[in-house]
Structure formats: structure tokens, C-alpha cells
């Protein structure tokens, strides 16, 4: 059984290819949505998902969110005494998503096809490889979030169409422009901004509230300078406001500091009006994608929203104006993606109902190598680059280039490539190089042909072949800080197997505790108190192992924590 995960910045999904249709795979509290939290409990045992994410405010040095915007970086995350690389973090929310989904077939599950931002960079996809196969999973495929998402789509209508994907997640961004034809679906082109998402959104209401009230002039209004615990508490109050703000006209923001309450009233306009410079940043990469697909808006038959962040009513309303229509709503944008995945482990499995449906993919980049430009026979200018594969080509592809010495008795080409879109190479970011020893010949003698190979999990190869000798050179990529080494792979899965994982049947009682602990520290006088209690009798039912009792207490918690707070904050 091949499973699909969608890997998401803030939540990820497992969903699967049964009985001939993609089917979401719930975690062990019932819900498709797993937070992308990961954290230690004080015992050492390993937690991920929402009681994670109950403690980032509680125990914010044994837990972690937001990795993926770090993946295919080496940027150390410390939990506790040990330090983790975002691919090792990604790897215990795989590896959770990976026994929700054992436990639901009740059988092992070793292969996924994993969805990536379509603007992801090779490092980033490489890392994400490796987070797979740390979790124990062999990565069938890395699929593009946007092109799942209209895999899902393109199923349920078989009409032909060109249609544009918007996808908007708690950090990423991606926008692409797809094509149905006769049951052929192809990626026209991609584009995308890998740190503009939902949470910025959060960032401008904490901003916003430290300028409104007096809190700012006590503690700076800069959401970066806050003390930790003061921002994750003021983040949890903003997402409230922010998701409020998605139904109600007006959200009420409130804190309390050092025995000080703190309040601002928003409403669902003035809020629409701060997040205008990032409202306009949403427009970039949809213009540069209908661009690059030579498509004019109206040219698109239906616009499609994926990503939670598409539930606000500002960014309904900004795709509504850009296209001149109301985008599809067909599907919850949270799980699209994930179900769009589920359909490609079903044509992996070569499914029969899936058969007649082929689908493309197209680069996201594109990748070249550095050239010396001759002014002059005299005058040379180095570091420009040359493309050889181009951004949005449909993969896999295969292109070759010639290029030829620019000096007298030459003995090396050096070869140096890279990905970006910018003239001069340094603009772009560096892949590797390759060094290429040639006979001593008059300039322009000796000719090398490059051929770069682009497959569809978004690796490169690249191959040199001098003309005259037919001799071929095959690229090593140099090491890429960004990724690990497969040495580095094989210590730390012996490292991370050490890791006990804290038992899946005590999820429910771990969460509601980890949020019992989270009120506890958010109130104050007699409801502090109450929830004091109600944490001792909990922790006394579950030290005797009475399931009656431990049932009992449980759900008197919940309906208390929920009088407590709003139940839908973190719905
Ligand atoms: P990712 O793909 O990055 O994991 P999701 O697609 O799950 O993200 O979207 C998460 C984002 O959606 C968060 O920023 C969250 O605040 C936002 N979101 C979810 N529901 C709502 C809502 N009802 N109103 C506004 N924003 C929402
Ligand atoms: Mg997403």
C-alpha cells in the first residue's frame, strides 16, 4: 500500500487509494488535521500533533512548529539536550502520519508519495527525501502540492479545461496553471513565494495590537523583540481573532501582562485593509504564472483554492477580482492536496479506474550553466549564465547545449551549475560543479556538448561530452549544506530509533492535558484554580489506570476547558 501525505507547513494529512477513491485517514483523536508539532514530553518521550502543539506556549524549549520552511537548510532546532536538523523534525510527523495510517488498514505501510510546494528547491526536496526515509518510508514520488491538489479536481471533471490552482497554507505559497485535455492533465507552469502564508496574516494582527494598545509601549512593537512566552500567547489570541474574523465583522483581541489587561477590537475591514501589502504579494506569482503559460485570465475556465489561508473571506474576495469569477469551492481546501496524493499512490498501484488519466509535471526553475561571454575577440565577461533547461518545461526532459573553449590552448572547462532565472550567476543559486580536462587546442576548438536530464522528483543530472573524443563526464554534485550525506542518514536513524515514542492510545489523554496545562498558565484567581483540581483529579485517574474514571474526568475537562476558552480556537 502506497499512502499520500501532504506535509504541511503548519498541518499534514494522510490519505489513501481504496475502494476506488482517495479516502483521509483520521490520527488517534479523530481528526484529519495533524498540527506539524513536534516535542519531548519530561519523561523524553516523543509527542507530535496537537498536544505538541498545546505545549510550544508551555514548554517551548521541548517543542518545535514551522520546520518545513527550514527544510533543505542545516539550521539546528534544539529540543531539551538534543539538537535536531528540519528533516529529522519533519521525520517524526511522518513517521506519526505513518502509524495513524498503519493502524487504520491494519497493516505495515512503507512506501508514500509525499507533496512538496511546487517552488521548493532541490535542497528542499532532497531534504524532505530524507525526512521519508528517516521516518521509514520509501518515497515513491515527491509530487507538487498545487498539481495534487488538481489531480483531486481533474477526477471529478472530466470536461476539458484550463484551470489555475491558488494554494494558500499557514506558510507557503503556490499558484499553478493546469491544462485538462481528453483526460490529459498538464502543468502549463508554476510559481510561487515560499514565505508568505496564513501566518503572516497572524504576524500583522500581533503587530497591529502592540501599536493599538498600551502593551507596545511597554514591551517595544516589534513581534520579533517580544519575549517568547508573551509572543506565543499573543500568536494563540491573533490566529483566534484571525479565524473569527473569517465569519463574525468584528474579533476582539485580548492579553494580559504583569497584571495588566490589554484589548483591541478589529474589524473583518480594518483587517482587510492592514493586510493590503500582503494581499499585493499574493498577485506576483499569479501574474508571473500566467505569464509564463502565455494564458490571459479569461482564458481560465475555473480558478480552484487549496490551503487553509484560502478560508479568509480577503483573499476570496482578491481572487474573485483578479479573475472576474467566483473560485470553485468544490473541495475543504485543508484536504485536497492530501487527497490529490492519495490519487497518485492509486495510479502508482496502477488502480484501473485511475488508467486513462496521464499526468505531467513541469520544472520549477530554470537550470544552466555559467558562461564567459566574448565582447571582443579580445574582450571577455564572465559569470553570465546560460539555460539549458528553462522553468515550467514538462518534465521528465532532456536538453543538451553545446558550448565551446574561449581561450588558446584551454585546458580545463569548468563547469559550474545552477538554478535561477537571473543573467549573471551569482544571482542564481549554485548546484555543483564539474571539471572537464581537454586537449590543448587554438580557441573554439574543442567543443563539449551539456546535456542536463530532469526526471520527475525534481533531480538533476547533468552529462559533459567532448565532441572530438566522445568522452562523456556524469556530474557530482558537490556537497550541499543544505542536505545530508547518506553516512549522515545512516548514524542518525540509529540515533533517532533510540527515541521512545510516547504510546498512540494515550494521545487523547496527552492533549487534553497538554491544554489543561496550557489554560492553566493563561488564567488567572479561581478558574486557575479549577483547572489546578481538575489537572490532579485527571492525573490521579490515569496513575490508576481506571478507564471509567478515566473517561469520566475526561470529558468533565473538556466541557470545562471549553467554557474556559472557545472551543473553535483550535478547530
Ligand atoms: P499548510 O499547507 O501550510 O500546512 P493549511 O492548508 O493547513 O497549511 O492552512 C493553514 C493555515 O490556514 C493557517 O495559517 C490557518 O490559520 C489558516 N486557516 C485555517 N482555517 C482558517 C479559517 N477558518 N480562517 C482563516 N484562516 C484559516
Ligand atoms: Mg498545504
Not at 484529519?32 to 518521550?45: E, M, N
Not at 518545461?393 to 537571473?422: A, C, H, M, W, Y
Not at 555543483?432 to 574543442?446: C, D, H, Q, S, T
Not at 490532579?536 to 474526568?553: G, K, N, P, S
Request: glycine share 6%; net charge negative; charged share 25%.
Amino acid at each position: 500500500m502506497i499512502v499520500g501525505i501532504d506535509l504541511g507547513t503548519t498541518n499534514s494529512l494522510v490519505a489513501l487509494w481504496r475502494d476506488g477513491a482517495a479516502t483521509l485517514v483520521p490520527n488517534p483523536l479523530g481528526q484529519f488535521l495533524t498540527p506539524s508539532c513536534v516535542g519531548f514530553l519530561d519523561d523524553g518521550t516523543l509527542i507530535v500533533g496537537q498536544a505538541a502543539r498545546e505545549r510550544l506556549q508551555t514548554h517551548p524549549q521541548l517543542s518545535a512548529a514551522l520546520f518545513k520552511r527550514y527544510m533543505g537548510t542545516s539550521r539546528a532546532v534544539t529540543l531539551g539536550t538534543q539538537t535536531f536538523r528540519p528533516e529529522e523534525l519533519s521525520s517524526f510527523v511522518l513517521r506519526a502520519l505513518k502509524a495513524d495510517a498503519e493502524t487504520f488498514l491494519g497493516e505495515p505501510v512503507t512506501e508514500a508519495i509525499i507533496t512538496v510546494p511546487a517552488y521548493f528547491s532541490d535542497a528542499q526536496r532532497k531534504a524532505t527525501r530524507v525526512a521519508g526515509e528517516l521516518a521509514g518510508l520509501k518515497v515513491e514520488r515527491l509530487l507538487n502540492e498545487p498539481t495534487a491538489a488538481a489531480l483531486a479536481y481533474g477526477l471529478q471533471n472530466r470536461d476539458e479545461s484550463k484551470f489555475l490552482v491558488f494554494d494558500l497554507g499557514g506558510g507557503t505559497f503556490d499558484v499553478s496553471i493546469l491544462e485538462l485535455f481528453e483526460g490529459v492533465m498538464e502543468v502549463r507552469a508554476s510559481a510561487g513565494d515560499n514565505f508568505l502564508g496564513g501566518e503572516d496574516f497572524v504576524t500583522l494582527l500581533m503587530q497591529t495590537f502592540l501599536q493599538q494598545t498600551a502593551l507596545g509601549q511597554r514591551v517595544g512593537t516589534r513581534v520579533e523583540d517580544l519575549p517568547p512566552p508573551l509572543a506565543i500567547r499573543l500568536r494563540v489570541v491573533a490566529e483566534y481573532a484571525k479565524r473569527a474574523l473569517t465569519n463574525a465583522a468584528t474579533a476582539t483581541l485580548q492579553i494580559e501582562h504583569t497584571g495588566e489587561t490589554y484589548t483591541w477590537q478589529v474589524d473583518a475591514d480594518t483587517f482587510a485593509a492592514l493586510a493590503e501589502p500582503l494581499l499585493e504579494r499574493l498577485r506576483i506569482p499569479v501574474e508571473r504564472a500566467l505569464r509564463d503559460a502565455r494564458i490571459r485570465p479569461a482564458e481560465l475556465h475555473s480558478i480552484m483554492l487549496a490551503g487553509g489561508a484560502t478560508r479568509m473571506p480577503m483573499v476570496r474576495r482578491l481572487v474573485s477580482r483578479m479573475f472576474g469569477r467566483f473560485p470553485l469551492v468544490n473541495f475543504n481546501p485543508d484536504e485536497v492536496v492530501a487527497l490529490g496524493a492519495a490519487v497518485q499512490a492509486g495510479l502508482k498501484m496502477r488502480d484501473a479506474a485511475l488508467d486513462e488519466v496521464v499526468m505531467t509535471d513541469v520544472t520549477p526553475y530554470s537550470m544552466g550553466i555559467e558562461i564567459t561571454e566574448r565582447i571582443t575577440p579580445e574582450r571577455m565577461s564572465k559569470g553570465h549564465y546560460l539555460p539549458i533547461i528553462e522553468r515550467n518545461s514538462v518534465v521528465p526532459i532532456s536538453q543538451v547545449k553545446s558550448i565551446e573553449t574561449v581561450q588558446d590552448n584551454q585546458r580545463v572547462i569548468e563547469l559550474r551549475i545552477f538554478q535561477g532565472e537571473s543573467p549573471m550567476v551569482v544571482d542564481n543559486v549554485f548546484l555543483g560543479n564539474l571539471r572537464i580536462p581537454i586537449a590543448a587546442k587554438p580557441v573554439g576548438a574543442v567543443k563539449v556538448d551539456v546535456r542536463f536530464t530532469y526526471d520527475v522528483n525534481g533531480i538533476l543530472e547533468a552529462e559533459c561530452t567532448v565532441t572530438e573524443t566522445g568522452q562523456k563526464h556524469v556530474l557530482v554534485i558537490e556537497e550541499n549544506p543544505g542536505v545530508m550525506t547518506p553516512e549522515e542518514v545512516r548514524q542518525r536513524l540509529q540515533t533517532l530509533s533510540t527515541i521512545k515514542i510516547h504510546p498512540r492510545d494515550q494521545t487523547e489523554n496527552r492533549t487534553l492535558m497538554a491544554r489543561a496545562e496550557r489554560v492553566y498558565q493563561q488564567q488567572l484567581g479561581s478558574q486557575r484554580e479549577a483547572v489546578g483540581h481538575a489537572i490532579a483529579v485527571f492525573q490521579d485517574a490515569l496513575e490508576r489506570q481506571d478507564r471509567d474514571a478515566i473517561r469520566e474526568v475526561r470529558a468533565a475537562i473538556k466541557r470545562q476547558l471549553d467554557a474556559i476558552e472557545s472551543d473553535t480556537l483550535f478547530e
